[in-house]
T-cell receptor
């Protein structure tokens, strides 16, 4: 078990471009979460999946953001028409949901810089 | 909405000494979980310790322990015998116990350990 992995680790893009990030959770973890962390702040929840179903989305997740987890394994987060305000660290976490006691394990994050 | 507040942006401790990081939270729920996560510089977030709100006993993990005061909605982290490797950002986080699995994070405390 190699932990949660994210790709790429860094992404620099120009304003208006589309970007896509990938997250591979710990194997057999059925829940997957996306958070955004700006410099000097705590992470903020964006969305989460249980298996392939997207169960909750934050109001932070504007129409330009979309997330998928098509086969209940890896997930992608796409940002369309990027803006400078999208610059942040995007964190993925996974957990095995068994009743109420699941704990989230985080990946290393993808740092996005929008020029 | 739940909020988590960490009132100490930075803390400093001498190696081998003890330090306490503060966290307060606001919730109307009775069933919830509290967490401390550690985020070393340029490294991924890792779980330090977890506390279930229904448990009166304070959680401990080796050199890390918490002081959970449910009535005061306070959840502080004590690090004993501080080591250089403890230097990191520490985030306090809250999760509801029932439906809804998102973590709500505080703003973080940067801990510096002096040799």
């Amino acid at each position: 078990d190699t932990g949660v992995s994210q790709d790429p680790r860094h992404k620099i893009t120009k304003r208006g471009q589309n970007v896509t990030f990938r997250c591979d959770p710990i194997s057999e973890h059925n829940r997957l979460y996306w958070y955004r962390q700006t410099l000097g702040q705590g992470p903020e929840f964006l969305t989460y999946f249980q298996n392939e179903a997207q169960l909750e989305k934050s109001r932070l997740l504007s129409d330009r953001f979309s997330a998928e987890r098509p086969k209940g394994s890896f997930s992608t987060l796409e940002i369309q028409r990027t803006e400078q305000g999208d610059s942040a660290m995007y964190l993925c976490a996974s957990s095995f949901h068994r009743g109420l006691a699941d704990t989230q394990y985080f990946g290393p994050g993808t740092r996005l810089t929008v020029l | 909405a739940q909020t988590v507040t960490q009132s100490q942006p930075e803390m400093s401790v001498q190696e081998a000494e003890t330090v306490t990081l503060s966290c307060t939270y606001d919730t109307s729920e009775s069933d919830y979980y509290l967490f401390w996560y550690k985020q070393p510089p340029s490294r991924q977030m890792i779980l330090v310790i977890r506390q279930e709100a229904y448990k009166q006993q304070n959680a401990t993990e080796n050199r890390f322990s918490v002081n959970f005061q449910k009535a005061a909605k306070s959840f502080s982290l004590k690090i004993s015998d501080s080591q250089l490797g403890d230097a990191a950002m520490y985030f306090c986080a809250y999760r509801r116990g029932n439906a809804g699995n998102m973590l709500t994070f505080g703003g973080g405390t940067r801990l510096m350990v002096k040799p």
